[in-house]
């Protein structure tokens, strides 16, 4: 090899330098290069109507699904049809992953615009930008905290449900600020019969933009909603929890996992069953000797899987009637389970005075297996699958 003098090393060294600094200042986007129709303030308007539009809906399913998690005493939730959460938990989480890349789209198309200099120009500008740095920021997290969520079963245990509540409140609330800030260059964008000077150049036209975005859309929620529409299991190839599971049902959280293996097994199992009359203590045997009701119902997940499946076991009136009550009282149940956040859930009025409220004992034509909740486990219609509580050994009327 040829050994470079002083001199030449320096000019090489120079030369490099001066090569990066002209390719790091090629990589900072400049307004110039952002031309296309992909960029125009129409392409913006639409892929912002579709985005607020999948935000809505998802804030509606989901507000829905915190309140029959955390009813007020105003809150009422039907337990008819049977399928109403399946439906709605299912809407929140499709609309939701239907949202990424209408943000994606939406924030390349107004790119160049996010590294505008100066930063702020005036007091309503810095206004402006501070509003969609919050509205970007709340809108990134309830979209990749529910899809975490969503694909790895709560990695955050008790703290997701509530942060991706209030972050929500954060989002739908920016999200109205901008849209009335911004509502005359909608209207401008979305209106006008005569368009505006579209802004041309190389790049994605206006159209090939908007159809990528929808293309995309559509792959990803197809890809994912075989988790809870079934005529699209087979298409889904990220439908992460599926049929699959034992009894032809997932599972969520173990036997093992719950640390209920001995005591959902123990022989000397009792239901307590409390109300204002006294307890009654019922061995599995007894359970078995009351009238049993077979229903077909939905687990739906709040992870936006669900499974229909059948159930077999006793109805909460009929188990009610048994303790010397009547149907139509709320009443706590409890499981077994002492570690976990789900050992305990309420059932309103509306659903223990529903006969197809079960505490089932047999799921799919077998006894339930140990996953599934042995020796009894809550299945009520039209309920987030978070409340169908496994393992009960307690229900208590209020
Ligand atoms: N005791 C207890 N019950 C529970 C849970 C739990 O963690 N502990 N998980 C719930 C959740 S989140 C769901 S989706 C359903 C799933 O029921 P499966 O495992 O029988 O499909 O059980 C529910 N019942
Ligand atoms: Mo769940």
Same mark, same amino acid.
């Given at each position: 090899? /040829?050994?470079l003098?002083?001199h030449?090393?320096d ?13 790091a200042?090629a990589?900072?986007?400049k307004a110039e290069?952002f ?5 125009? =303030?129409?392409?913006?308007?639409r892929?912002?109507?579709l ?6 809906i998802c804030?509606?399913t ?5 309140l029959?998690q ?9 337990s ?7 439906v709605?938990?299912g809407?929140?989480?499709?609309s939701?992953?239907a ?8 924030l390349? &198309? ?5 590294f505008?200099r100066p930063l702020v120009?005036s ?6 930008r501070? &509003?969609?740095?919050?509205?970007? %920021?709340?809108a $990134? $997290?309830e979209?990749?905290s529910?899809?975490?969520?969503v694909?790895q079963?709560?990695?955050?245990s008790?703290?997701?449900?509530q942060?991706?509540?209030?972050v929500?409140w954060?989002a ?7 849209v009335?800030? /911004?509502?005359?260059?909608i209207?401008?964008?979305l209106?006008?019969?005569r368009a505006?000077?579209?802004? +041309?150049?190389?790049?994605?036209s206006?159209?090939?933009f908007l159809a990528?975005t929808?293309?995309?859309t559509?792959?990803v929620?197809?890809?994912t909603?075989?988790?809870t529409?079934p005529?699209?299991r087979n298409?889904s190839?990220l439908?992460?929890?599926s049929d699959?599971? +034992? !009894?032809k049902?997932p ?9 209920v293996?001995?005591t959902a097994r123990?022989?000397?199992w ?7 009359v006294?307890t009654? !203590?019922?061995t599995?045997?007894e359970l078995r000797a009351l009238p !049993?009701t077979?229903?077909d119902l939905?687990i739906?997940?709040v992870?936006?899987? &669900?499974q229909?499946?059948?159930?077999r076991?006793?109805?909460f009136?009929?188990?009610?009637r048994?303790a010397?009550?009547?149907p139509?009282?709320?009443v706590?149940?409890s &499981?077994?389970?002492k570690? %976990?956040l789900y ?8 659903h223990t005075?529903d006969a197809?409220t079960?505490?089932a004992? =047999?799921l ?6 140990l ?18 509580? /496994? ?5 208590e009327?209020?």
């Amino acid at each position: 090899m /040829k050994r470079l003098t002083w001199h030449e090393f320096d000019a090489r060294i120079t030369k490099a330098q001066a090569k990066f600094s002209a390719r790091a200042a090629a990589g900072i986007p400049k307004a110039e290069q952002f031309k296309g129709g992909a960029h125009g =303030e129409r392409v913006t308007a639409r892929v912002g109507v579709l985005l607020g539009l999948a935000f809505l809906i998802c804030f509606v399913t989901g507000l829905l699904s915190h309140l029959i998690q955390h009813p007020p005493s105003w809150f009422f939730w039907p337990s008819r049809p049977v399928w109403l959460y399946q439906v709605t938990q299912g809407v929140h989480v499709l609309s939701g992953i239907a949202a990424i890349p209408f943000l994606l789209a939406k924030l390349w &198309s107004v790119y160049p615009k996010l590294f505008e200099r100066p930063l702020v120009r005036s007091v309503p500008h810095a206004v402006e930008r501070l &509003s969609i740095l919050v509205l970007s %920021g709340a809108a $990134f $997290f309830e979209l990749s905290s529910g899809l975490l969520n969503v694909a790895q079963n709560y990695p955050w245990s008790f703290y997701f449900p509530q942060v991706h509540y209030a972050v929500a409140w954060v989002a739908i609330g920016s999200i109205f600020v901008h849209v009335a800030v /911004k509502l005359p260059v909608i209207r401008r964008a979305l209106t006008r019969e005569r368009a505006p000077v579209e802004p +041309s150049g190389r790049g994605l036209s206006r159209r090939g933009f908007l159809a990528t975005t929808g293309i995309a859309t559509g792959a990803v929620v197809l890809a994912t909603a075989g988790a809870t529409v079934p005529a699209l299991r087979n298409v889904s190839g990220l439908s992460w929890r599926s049929d699959k599971g +034992s !009894q032809k049902l997932p599972v969520n959280r173990t036997a093992v996992a719950a640390q209920v293996t001995q005591t959902a097994r123990d022989p000397g199992w009792r239901l307590a069953v409390v109300t204002p009359v006294g307890t009654r !203590q019922l061995t599995l045997a007894e359970l078995r000797a009351l009238p !049993q009701t077979t229903v077909d119902l939905p687990i739906a997940c709040v992870e936006g899987w &669900s499974q229909m499946a059948t159930w077999r076991g006793v109805s909460f009136p009929d188990l009610l009637r048994a303790a010397g009550s009547l149907p139509g009282v709320d009443v706590r149940v409890s &499981s077994l389970e002492k570690t %976990g956040l789900y050992g305990v859930s309420t059932l309103p009025g509306e659903h223990t005075a529903d006969a197809r409220t079960l505490l089932a004992l =047999e799921l799919n034509g077998e006894v339930l297996n140990l996953d599934h909740g042995y020796p009894c486990r809550v299945i009520a219609p039209s309920r987030p699958g978070v409340l169908q509580t /496994k393992w009960v050994a307690m229900v208590e009327v209020r």
